[in-house]
């Protein structure tokens, strides 16, 4: 079976990554047997926005629709406006094929250590899936400015809630915690100071919660919820939140499991009518682009996911075991304390896969 994979390497480490994940992809496919990945590049960059003023081309979300899944690395450069970058590619990509679901395990790795076990009074026990709401909410991109070249005078942005998008990720939150052991969701709002949006969050989680008795369930404001992930963070197992306080929640979650670089995600379409794009949750890294030293475990573990959603999930726990063998071994980058590089270690995960 051949799966088609749509790869946007991006920018900065977005590329290194992607070269890395693209790699052991090919070999844990030769070493299983019975599939394999057919990789098609596309180079939508910030370096290509410049020569030629467009990051995607017109029809590129159907150019996207025929494949099996998306790859992506990252996206954003100093020389281009951040907003206007992910507004000309990847929020489009999600938006457009419907990915509204925003999956985002932590865990800590076997040989990485988590910056909380310096915390005397915290545990560091943490295992937790963050379901971001990816489709609506703060990153709706609806409001405006009233000015002139000269002042600024007021800016709306805009946060849509809608009753079918809370409801479908409540929904998607509420199966996710019922597959996992502890069974428990936490569900993040901030629906004291911000009256509407945020009170129709709760008042659509209990209303979901009633049909899911088996699952234990509260509530947290998303100020106090930053305090309880550093202080309890066994307290915590499965947590649903918008796009913009999962979007923050989940870089704190990913630095207190050791690093940005080990933590993955998946966009999803769960209707399945278009593909699903898998991407380590970091940006571009500009401060260490070019340099061979971006940590590839958050593309490994993205590139897992993406292999246990097209169907082959024996390969996708043989590729996250050889990535646990490796850190577990002290083969690692610096931000997790090691000295090896991107290449070294991507080597390391292909012989540990090969010894399958
Ligand atoms: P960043 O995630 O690129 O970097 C933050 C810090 O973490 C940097 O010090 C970086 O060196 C380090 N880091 C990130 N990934 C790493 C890895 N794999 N290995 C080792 N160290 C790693 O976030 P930042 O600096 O806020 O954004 C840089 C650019 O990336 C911006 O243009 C931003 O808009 C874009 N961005 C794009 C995203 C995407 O494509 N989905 C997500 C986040 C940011
Ligand atoms: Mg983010």
Same mark, same amino acid.
């Given at each position: 079976k051949v799966h088609r994979i749509a790869s946007i390497p991006g920018d900065g480490i977005g590329v290194d990554i992607t070269v890395a994940a693209e790699r052991v992809l090919h070999v844990l496919a030769k070493?299983?047997?019975?599939?394999?990945?057919d990789f098609t590049t596309f180079d939508w960059s910030s370096e290509k926005y410049r020569e030629r003023g467009w990051y995607m081309p017109p029809d590129g979300i159907d150019q996207l629709k025929k494949f099996d899944a998306i790859y992506f690395g990252a996206v954003g450069s100093p020389d281009v406006p951040d907003h206007i970058s992910l507004w000309s590619l990847i929020l489009p990509i999600r938006k457009s094929l419907n990915q509204y679901v925003n999956v985002r395990p932590t865990r800590i790795l076997p040989g990485t250590t988590s910056p909380l076990s310096a915390?005397?009074? #915290?545990?560091? @026990?943490? =295992?937790?899936?963050?379901?971001?709401?990816?489709?609506?909410g703060e990153y709706s991109g609806q409001g405006g400015t009233s000015h002139s070249d000269t002042s600024y005078a007021v800016a709306t942005e805009v946060s849509i809630f809608t009753y079918v998008g809370v409801s479908r990720i409540m929904r998607y939150a509420f199966e996710t915690a019922r597959s996992r052991p502890r069974k428990k969701l936490t569900m993040v709002t901030k629906s004291n100071a911000q009256r509407h949006g945020m009170v129709l969050w709760d008042k659509i989680f209990y209303e979901i919660a009633a049909e899911y008795p088996d699952v234990e369930t509260d509530k947290m404001l998303v100020d106090a919820m930053t305090v309880r992930m550093v202080l309890h963070p066994e307290s915590l197992d499965?947590?649903?939140? #918008?796009?913009? @306080?999962? =979007?923050?929640?989940?870089d704190l979650a990913a630095a207190l499991s050791g690093s940005i670089g080990i933590a993955p995600s998946s966009n999803l379409d769960p209707t399945r009518e278009n593909p699903s794009m898998f991407e380590p949750i970091h940006g571009s890294a500009p401060d260490i682009a070019g340099k061979g030293i971006a940590n590839p475990v958050g593309a490994f573990w993205s590139a897992a996911e993406m292999v246990r959603w097209v169907g082959e999930g024996s390969a996708a726990d043989m590729l996250m075991q050889a990535v646990e063998n490796v850190t577990a071994a002290g083969v690692k980058t610096k931000d997790l304390g090691g000295d090896k590089n991107t290449e070294e270690v991507t080597t390391a995960v292909c012989e540990e896969i090969e010894l399958r």
């Open positions: 070493t299983v047997g019975g599939f394999e990945f915390l005397s009074t #915290t545990s560091s @026990h943490l =295992d937790w899936v963050m379901i971001r709401e990816n489709s609506e499965t947590i649903v939140a #918008t796009n913009l @306080h999962a =979007d923050i929640l989940s």
